[in-house]
Structure formats: structure tokens, C-alpha cells
């Protein structure tokens, strides 16, 4: 039963407006697809402008989708009109990156976390403060924290009070868009932890945006690599990270920077920037930056579509040839969600 | 000579509630060798940019650094210069990279002004011959297409080429010493890659020695000679940087080892460190991670000192006493 | 504590603001109390001999060409004075908040309609809008001064909410919100407008000693509030013939309205810094 069914998923934004003149579009998101299962994570990765945040946002409709379906709980999220769309929100929440900027700062925790109960009537009265107070703990908060101000707390808190806002209106499927890279190295953890307990505990799905693939092995079921707006590799966790086959995964892998002086690795580096998502190149995306031995111009012309390579799917032409620098890769392993 | 940089006892204060001081910077002693790589390591509010800050007298506003601490360079100490002499350090003898690219280079200005201005900041040439300079350094530091570049300005350039630009301002003096502060923080990882990669070339080419900044244990692992790990204002653990993977014998050291997530290895639920970094304000008398120490008992109501564990490896724990091999 | 209270406080803690509000205050509690202590300066003036004398025990402001004591006309005046502004800035603030919420949230054509309505708006000078208006209508009532004076003022105000709004729309927790089905309503009276508050309180403040200003210079053009409703400006347009004679008459009206001018100024530049620094 699958909870989420995303299609051929297109955002562009347009430059320019009604007095100045339009260049060409942003190409944020250029056809992604992709399904999520209840109670699991799929990990949407890659760099800066791939265009992650804006699948997620798109997804819940905080920003118009350019074309594409989206296909959540039975329901076509982009048929529905303003009052139906406000009911099917409590199913899919979002918790943001920057811990400083996802809170109100004039509103109090209390009422923070209880905006969503108030605004779908989930509760009245008393019930709410009840509701509230039950949510703090269950994110590992003192319940008295309710009557402060967010600017009294750390960086690590308030994530947690996003995600006790979140969950506040019981949803299913939770955008997390980048949650934990604000956050220093222990609160870090200790916020992974709770979305791995609560992933156990409600059956929650996750949709969790990230650039660092360490912190994606914690929680992922499993990976799709984005860049300039594609999915360039799809597959289990495991498999992604055991034997990458698309040469921009690998290079994404060697590059990770790893706690473990002794461990050997070759490190690809990558030459060149990121193009720009209004210029992508013809062809395959990634060709001017690819580092594949077999990359030929075949690869300028054609671009390669997502296809199953061994363990994963991949949108390369030579996908099957890949080589595995040494120490890239092997590395595999299954949500901690999944360990009880 | 070898030695390019001694820290003894430094102390950064700011003021606090109530008229008395605190000290973010709490009695840190290091030492740099020529083209070495030091780390400093730990958490937000540790200490560690304030201490990059002091090396160059650069501490903000209400904070000041405390009598009674060394920063020599050579037979200099850069406490007690003032005026021209002080400046003539800044950029010739230590230069700094700052984290955020995007707000340390000057939007109004070319990319070759801003390098030729920090040339000539040092040098007596011409503008013809520091703009000369620039495009080498420009390529030195792995920029393609520097002809062109010289003229362009920040906001043209991407995050990783404007930390390249950073690094080739911070270069034009050619200093000993190389402070980077979180350089790679804001930029992707594969470009990460690229600018430690430069920074590894100009330590060997040019003797550099780093002193660099980060919570990032990973980009350490790679690259540094040694590493300092830092909380609460002190230096809790030094090492070379294999005895320190090999044996975090610090709690605190220990406690972030097993709260980073890795690429290898069984998929473990994470241990993070309880409770949280407590501000200035907040510190208690004795070691200042007791509170959070899994392994504290009494005698950590006094404040250790460094001590030894193995040659080079040294712990501000109690613990050091019966652990020391 | 509320970050909005907690400016404030900063505020007064600041020796400007202190001094400031200090002033305002004094000031507003002798309007409130004038009435017990001092005589109503519109009842009968008493033309025998007690008129333009200098200031003493009797009458520490000294007495005016009707006989009147100065003292208590500048109080009595403050309560009209102080009125004035405190209702025109109400209706320019309202106002201005009102078209920069429009436009900051709404965006677009509603965006780029009221903004060149704005931009328009600006370009007439204030002053010579109302002279305009006033000049047209003799013996206005206060009500319709305070109207006027109040729909001239709000444009920069709304230059400012609408650059508040916009900045503040992009923040994460407005995204919460609309991601939890916050109709706009809500967004907008729980979300944008408390946090545009503060540059809007700082707006309001320094508006009141604007207001003063133009009041008090209509006044003494004798455009303003007629008499014999005592105000700050009148005064000054009746000491016009015996300014050397008897210089009190000017003096002390004059210095009314400077010290209330710059107490609300130093105020609101307290306020401003207790404000800005902190941000959202």
C-alpha cells in the first residue's frame, strides 16, 4: 500500500515580472518520481540547488507544482481546492532547517505547538493544554517550557518544538527538510533519535531532505539522489550505499568526510561548480562534471533515463560499468528506525 | 626554527550580569609547527572562533583578551603590539578564512581589487605588479579561467570559488601561519573537498602551517596532524591526530565520537551526549563537563589540569591518572 | 516574556527613553488631573488689569492678553495637543498597516497599485494638503483636523509594513503555518502583524511628535483648532502682538511643544534600538 505516489513532478521558476524581462526559467525540479510506503523513509539527497527543498515544498503545496501528480493517501493533492486541501493538511507536516526562523517569536511554545489543534478543532478547552503537555514530553521537553518564548531555547529545543507542532495534528507523512544540519554534532543525534523513535512509536513516513549521506544512513529505508533537479539514482539505503552506480553518487560518497583516519580511500574531486539550474547542460546533467571512464559524447547528447542497474536504478548511460573507487561504497546498513 | 606559533594561557573575557567576567576563552596553550596542521575542534560556544579571533586581535566589542596569557610569534608576542606594528602581522605573518564566503568579500569591489589590495597592504609593488600577484595566486589556489575572473565580481562566483577567492586574499602576504575558521562549513560537500584539497597543496608548497577551525571530525580525520578538542573554554584533550581516532580517552571526546553518524560500520542507534553545553554563566566550579560526564566521580569537583596519557596525548581529566598506559 | 514587552522594557531602561517617557508621562498626568486644580482658561477672562502679566507665584507661567493664566492654558492646551496626536497617529498607523499588509502579503498587481498610489501620495507635500484643506474650511471641528491630519500621514507607514511583511514572509514559521492550514486570517493576525509590530510602534512613537508639529503650525496660522479651545500653537498665534512685551506667552507654549517634540523623539529612538538589534 503505498502512501505517497509522486509523478513526473516539474517546478520552474520564471525570472522576471511585470516590468522586467524574463529570462529563462529555473528548472528546480525537472521530472521526479517517486513512491514512499507508510512507516518508512525515503532520503531525497544532493547539493545545494538539486532542487530537494523544493520537491517537499511543492509535494505539500507551499508552492504551486509546475506539472506533475501527487498522489497521497487515495487522494490527488493537486486536484483539490482550497477547504479540502486545508483538511487533507493534518495528514502531511514539515519540520525546517533553521531552528531560529521555524518558530514565531511572539508566540509562546504552548501556543506554538498548539496552532494546528486550534486551527482543525481537534480539541477544545482544557483538552488542548492536555494535548500540548503530552506532545512537550513526548519530544523530551519539560512540559513547563509551554508558557516561554522560543528565544529562550537552544537550537536543539526548538527543532524539537517544531516537531511537537507537527505531530500535533496527527499526520502520516513528514517533510523533513534538512532538520538536523543547523545543530551541533550531539543535539544532532539526539534529535535523529527521536525522529527514529517516533518513526517506530506513530508509524510515521518521512520524506527527509539532507546533503549529508551519514546522517541519511541513520533513518533511510531509502535513496534518491537528486542533481540539477533529477533523480539520478533510486534504490534501498543498502544498496545505494553499498554499490553506488551513478557516477555522481560516487563521487558524492568519496567525498563524504569520514571520522576514520585509518580507513584508505581515493577521493574523487569532482573539478568545476554545479551549473546553473536555468542552463543545465544538454544531454546528461552531470556530463561536464563527470569523471566516468566510459564518458563519451553520446552522453552530450542523450539524456540517460532512470534504469535499473544492479541493485539500484540509475540515469546513466554506462551505469553498468561504473567502477567503485577503493573504499567508496561497502558501506550498506538498514534504518536504526528499524531496530527495536 | 620550526616553530612558528606558541599560545600560552590565553584568556578572552566579556562582560556578564552582575559586573563580573566571564571567560570564553579559558587558559588555551597550543603550539604550531611549521607547515602543520592543527584542529580545533568542538561545539557552538566552546571557544574555538574566539581563540582564532585573539591570535589576531580581533576580538569583538565588549570581549577582550585577559593580561597574563603569550601569543609569540617567533620572539614577538602579539599581546603587546599595538598600532602599525600589529598590523603589519595581521595578513603578512598569520593570515584568516572566514566561514561565510558570501559576506567576507566586499560586493562593490572586483575580485582582483580586493587580492591586489591585500598584496599591497605588504608589499611595496606596483599596482600592475599586484595585480600580477593576484592572478597567480588566483591560480594557485585552482580558480580556472583567472584572466577572467580578476575582474569579476562576489556575486558572480559560487560559494567555492568565492572561499578560493578568500584563500588567495588570505595568501597575498604569504604568512607562516593560516588561520581558517569553519572554511568549508557553508560550502557542499564535494566542493568542500576541492578547497581542503587547496589548503593541503599550499601547506606543502609553501610551508604553511593551518590552524584549523571545525566541528567536523570528519574533515580532521583526513588532514590534520593534530587535534585539540575544545569545551567550555578550555582544550580537554590534545593529540596527534591517529592517537586521538584510535583513543578518544576524554568523555566529553568520547561522548562526540559516538554521537557523529557514520558511512561505515554497523547502523547503530546514536549516543548522544546528555543534557546540553551550558553557557559562561552556567559553568560549574570543578571539570566543567561533570555534569554531563557518564564517568564523573569526586575528585572531579576540582578542576583537572592537562595531564599526560602517552607522549603527545594529553587529557583534562582525572581519569588520566589511572588510565595512563 | 513577551519579546515586544521585552523591548519596551529595554527602552525604558535606556536613559533616553527614560527620560523621554518620563516627560510624556508628566505630561499626560497633568491633563488628566489639570481640571481639579487649575481654572478652565475658557470661562470668563477677566479683562480687569490681570492681563500680560510676568510670571509669579500667582501664576508661574504669567498671564496672557485676556487675562488668563498661561499656566493652565498650556495644560489645558496639552490636552487637546496631545489628543490630536495620539488619535491621527492611531488613524495613520491603521491605515498604513492596513495598505502595507495588502500589499506585502497579497502581492502582485494589489502590490504594485497601492505602492504607485503610494508613490504618488508622497510626492504631494503634507503640508500643503491640509493648507489646502483647511484653508477651505474655516472654523473646522477637531473631529475632522484629526481626520485630516490623520489620512495624510500614513504613507511612509505603510512603505514600512509592507517591507516587514515581505521579510517576514519568508520565514519558516509562516511556512508552519500554512502548512498546518492556517487560513489567511490567521496568518495574517497572529503571524505577520505581531511581528511587524515593533518597527510599527517606533513609527507611531515618532509620528506623535510630527503630529504635534503640524498641529501646532496650523494652530498658529490659525488653520488648526480655533479658539477658544486653547492649544499650543494658538497660543503662540496670540503672542504674535506682544511677543517683546511679553515674551511668556510664546515662551512657554513654545517650549511645551518643543519638550514634547523631542521627549517622544528620544523615546522612540530608544524604542527603535530596542527593536532593531533584536530582530524577529
Known amino acids: 500500500m503505498t502512501l505517497l505516489q509522486v509523478r513526473d513532478l516539474v517546478k520552474h521558476y520564471q525570472s522576471g515580472g511585470l516590468f522586467r524581462p524574463s529570462g529563462p526559467p529555473v528548472r528546480a525540479v525537472d521530472g521526479v518520481s517517486f513512491e514512499l510506503a507508510p512507516a518508512e523513509t525515503l532520503a531525497l539527497v544532493g547539493e545545494s540547488g538539486c532542487g530537494k527543498s523544493s520537491v517537499g515544498r511543492t509535494i505539500l503545496r507551499l508552492q504551486e507544482p509546475t506539472s506533475g501528480t501527487a498522489v497521497f493517501e487515495g487522494v490527488d493533492l493537486f486536484a483539490l481546492d482550497r477547504p479540502a486541501l486545508r483538511r487533507t493538511r493534518r495528514r502531511m507536516q514539515i519540520i525546517f532547517q533553521d531552528p531560529y526562523s521555524s518558530l514565531n517569536p511572539r508566540m509562546t511554545v504552548g501556543s506554538a505547538v498548539a496552532e494546528g489543534i486550534e486551527i482543525h478543532r481537534l480539541a477544545r478547552g482544557a483538552e488542548v493544554g492536555r494535548r500540548v503537555t503530552a506532545l512537550?514530553?513526548?519530544?523530551?521537553?519539560?512540559?513547563?517550557?509551554?508558557?516561554?518564548?522560543?528565544?529562550?531555547?537552544?537550537?536543539?529545543?526548538?527543532?524539537?518544538?517544531?516537531?511537537?507542532?507537527?505531530?500535533?495534528?496527527?499526520?502520516?507523512?513528514?517533510?523533513?527538510?534538512?532538520?538536523?544540519?543547523?545543530?551541533?554534532?550531539?543535539?544532532?543525534?539526539?534529535?535523529?533519535?527521536?525522529?527514529?523513535?517516533?518513526?517506530?512509536?506513530?508509524?510515521?513516513?518521512?520524506?527527509?531532505?539532507?546533503?549529508?549521506?551519514?546522517?541519511?544512513?541513520?533513518?533511510?529505508?531509502?535513496?534518491?539522489?537528486?542533481?540539477?533537479?533529477?533523480?539520478?539514482?533510486?534504490?534501498?539505503?543498502?544498496?545505494?550505499?553499498?554499490?553506488p552506480r551513478h557516477p555522481y553518487t560516487v563521487a558524492l560518497l568519496s567525498a563524504v568526510p569520514e571520522p576514520d583516519p585509518g580507513r584508505r580511500r581515493t577521493r574523487i574531486v569532482l573539478t568545476g561548480d554545479v551549473p546553473s539550474p536555468s542552463a543545465p547542460p544538454p544531454g546528461c546533467p552531470f556530463h561536464p562534471r563527470c569523471w566516468h571512464p566510459r564518458r563519451d559524447e553520446r552522453c552530450s547528447r542523450e539524456r540517460p533515463l532512470l534504469r535499473p542497474v544492479g541493485g539500484t536504478s540509475a540515469a546513466c548511460h554506462y551505469a553498468e560499468d561504473t567502477p567503485l573507487p577503493e573504499g567508496v561504497g561497502e558501506a550498506g546498513g538498514t534504518s536504526t528506525a528499524s531496530i527495536p | 626554527m620550526s616553530r612558528v606559533l606558541e599560545v600560552e594561557n590565553l584568556r578572552v573575557s566579556f562582560p556578564a550580569e552582575g559586573g563580573h567576567r566571564v571567560h570564553a576563552v579559558d587558559g588555551v596553550s597550543f603550539t604550531l609547527d611549521r607547515g602543520e596542521m592543527l584542529a580545533l575542534v568542538g561545539e557552538s560556544g566552546c571557544g574555538k572562533s574566539l581563540t582564532s579571533l585573539a591570535l589576531l586581535r580581533l576580538v569583538p566589542g565588549p570581549g577582550r583578551i585577559d593580561p597574563g596569557g603569550a601569543i609569540r610569534l617567533g620572539d614577538i608576542d602579539v599581546l603587546h603590539l599595538e598600532g602599525e606594528p600589529l598590523r603589519r602581522i595581521r595578513g603578512k605573518r598569520i593570515g584568516m578564512i572566514f566561514q561565510d564566503p558570501m559576506t567576507s568579500l566586499n560586493p562593490v569591489f572586483t575580485v582582483g581589487d580586493q587580492i591586489s589590495e591585500g598584496v599591497r597592504a605588504h608589499l611595496p609593488v606596483s599596482k600592475r605588479e599586484a595585480r600580477d600577484r593576484a592572478l597567480h595566486l588566483l591560480q594557485e589556489v585552482g580558480i580556472p579561467d583567472p584572466v577572467a575572473r580578476l575582474d569579476a565580481y562576489p556575486h558572480q562566483l559560487s560559494g567555492g570559488m568565492r572561499q578560493r577567492v578568500m584563500i588567495a586574499i588570505a595568501l597575498s602576504a604569504e604568512p607562516e601561519i593560516l588561520v581558517a575558521d569553519e572554511p568549508t562549513t557553508a560550502l557542499d560537500v564535494t566542493v568542500q573537498a576541492q578547497i581542503l584539497e587547496v589548503l593541503d597543496r599550499l601547506r606543502a608548497s609553501h610551508g604553511m602551517a593551518v590552524l584549523l577551525i571545525t566541528h567536523d571530525l570528519g574533515i580532521v580525520a583526513g588532514r590534520a596532524d593534530r587535534v585539540a578538542v575544545m569545551y567550555a573554554g578550555q582544550i580537554v584533550e590534545e593529540a596527534p591526530t591517529p592517537a586521538l581516532f584510535a583513543r578518544p580517552s576524554h568523555p566529553y571526546t568520547q561522548g562526540l565520537f559516538a554521537s557523529v553518524p557514520r558511512l561505515h560500520g554497523p547502523v547503530e542507534r546514536l549516543k548522544p551526549i546528555g543534557g546540553s553545553v551550558p553557557p559562561p554563566s552556567a559553568w560549574p566550579s570543578g571539570c566543567r563537563f561533570r555534569p554531563r560526564c557518564p564517568k564523573a566521580f569526586d575528585k572531579c569537583g576540582a578542576m583537572p589540569p592537562l595531564l599526560p596519557l602517552e607522549p603527545a596525548h594529553r587529557m583534562r581529566c582525572w581519569l588520566a591518572e589511572t588510565e595512563r598506559s | 516574556m513577551n519579546p515586544l514587552l521585552a523591548a519596551v522594557r529595554t527602552a525604558i531602561r535606556d536613559p533616553r527613553g527614560r527620560a523621554g517617557l518620563a516627560f510624556l508621562a508628566i505630561l499626560a498626568l497633568l491633563t488628566l488631573v489639570a481640571p481639579i486644580f487649575l481654572p478652565d482658561p475658557a470661562a470668563q477672562p477677566d479683562p480687569l488689569g490681570a492681563s500680560n502679566l510676568p510670571p509669579s507665584l500667582m501664576h508661574l507661567f504669567g498671564t496672557d492678553a485676556l487675562s488668563r493664566d498661561v499656566l493652565s492654558r498650556v495644560v489645558w492646551g496639552a490636552r487637546v495637543s496631545l489628543a490630536i496626536a495620539l488619535l491621527a497617529v492611531a488613524l495613520s498607523i491603521s491605515l498604513g498597516a492596513l495598505v502595507g499588509i495588502a500589499a506585502g502579503y497579497f502581492g502582485g498587481a494589489v502590490d504594485s497599485a497601492l505602492m504607485r498610489l503610494v508613490d504618488g501620495a508622497l510626492a504631494v507635500p503634507r503640508l500643503f494638503l491640509l493648507l489646502l484643506v483647511l484653508a477651505v474650511w474655516e472654523q473646522i471641528p477637531v473631529a475632522m483636523l484629526v481626520l485630516f491630519i490623520g489620512?495624510?500621514?500614513?504613507?511612509?507607514?505603510?512603505?514600512?509594513?509592507?517591507?516587514?511583511?515581505?521579510?517576514?514572509?519568508?520565514?519558516?514559521?509562516?511556512?508552519?503555518?500554512?502548512?498546518?492550514?492556517?487560513?489567511?486570517?490567521?496568518?495574517?493576525?497572529?503571524?505577520?502583524?505581531?511581528?511587524?509590530?515593533?518597527?510599527?510602534?517606533?513609527?507611531?512613537?515618532?509620528?506623535?511628535?510630527?503630529?504635534?508639529?503640524?498641529?501646532?503650525?496650523?494652530?498658529?496660522?490659525?488653520?488648526?483648532?480655533?479658539?477658544?479651545?486653547?492649544?499650543?500653537?494658538?497660543?503662540?498665534?496670540?503672542?504674535?502682538?506682544?511677543?517683546?512685551?511679553?515674551?511668556?506667552?510664546?515662551?512657554?507654549?513654545?517650549?511645551?511643544?518643543?519638550?514634547?517634540?523631542?521627549?517622544?523623539n528620544l523615546f522612540g529612538d530608544a524604542l527603535r534600538d530596542a527593536v532593531d538589534p533584536r530582530g524577529a
Open chain 3, 151 to 264: 489620512v495624510t500621514g500614513w504613507f511612509g507607514t505603510s512603505r514600512l509594513v509592507r517591507a516587514e511583511v515581505l521579510r517576514i514572509r519568508e520565514e519558516s514559521y509562516v511556512r508552519a503555518a500554512e502548512a498546518l492550514g492556517a487560513p489567511r486570517r490567521r496568518i495574517i493576525f497572529r503571524h505577520l502583524l505581531p511581528n511587524a509590530l515593533g518597527p510599527l510602534l517606533v513609527a507611531a512613537t515618532l509620528g506623535v511628535g510630527d503630529v504635534i508639529l503640524v498641529e501646532a503650525g496650523l494652530s498658529f496660522l490659525g488653520l488648526g483648532v480655533q479658539p477658544p479651545t486653547p492649544s499650543w500653537g494658538g497660543m503662540i498665534l496670540d503672542a504674535k502682538s506682544v511677543l517683546v512685551t511679553a515674551p511668556w506667552n510664546a515662551i512657554f507654549p513654545g517650549l511645551a511643544i518643543l519638550g514634547t517634540v523631542i521627549a517622544a
Open chain 1, 136 to 243: 512537550l514530553e513526548e519530544v523530551g521537553l519539560d512540559p513547563g517550557y509551554a508558557a516561554r518564548y522560543p528565544h529562550e531555547f537552544s537550537g536543539g529545543q526548538r527543532q524539537r518544538i517544531g516537531i511537537a507542532r507537527a505531530l500535533a495534528v496527527e499526520p502520516a507523512f513528514i517533510v523533513c527538510d534538512e532538520p538536523v544540519s543547523a545543530l551541533d554534532v550531539s543535539v544532532q543525534a539526539q534529535v535523529l533519535n527521536l525522529l527514529a523513535d517516533l518513526q517506530r512509536d506513530r508509524g510515521l513516513s518521512y520524506l527527509f531532505i539532507a546533503h549529508d549521506l551519514a546522517v541519511v544512513r541513520q533513518l533511510a529505508h531509502r535513496i534518491a539522489v537528486m542533481y540539477l533537479g533529477r533523480i539520478v539514482e533510486q534504490g534501498t539505503a543498502d544498496a545505494v550505499l553499498r554499490r
